[in-house]
């Protein structure tokens, strides 16, 4: 078995818990499902993610959005990010970043 590296998405939002993520996530797809402690495309396993969710915020998250988005988000967007109250981290096989940049 080959040993990739992971890759994980990490996306801040004010969801009060999982709960909350997974019906927000649910309601707005069509491709895709949200259940248990995954994402997956329903007409196929080739697109399958383990998600996990992190119910608190975490310092330093718009900094880092602030300092590697380069000058992209405005201030608003910052500000939104330093309010955020919990992490949903996307985690997928390295071997997969061409099918999960395609979410």
Request: hydrophobic share 35%; proline share 3%.
């Amino acid at each position: 078995m080959e040993n990739n590296p992971k890759i994980i998405l990490g996306i801040p939002g004010t969801w009060k818990d999982r709960q909350a993520f997974k019906d927000k996530f649910n309601e707005s797809q069509q491709e895709f499902v949200y259940l248990g402690e995954h994402i997956g495309k329903l007409q196929t396993s080739e697109y399958f993610y383990q998600v996990e969710f992190v119910n608190e915020h975490i310092p330093h998250v718009a900094e880092a959005f602030e300092l590697c988005g380069n000058g992209t988000f405005t201030k608003d967007d910052i500000e939104t990010l330093q309010n955020h109250r919990s992490m949903a981290y996307i985690i997928a096989e390295g071997d997969h970043l061409s099918k999960f940049l395609k979410l």
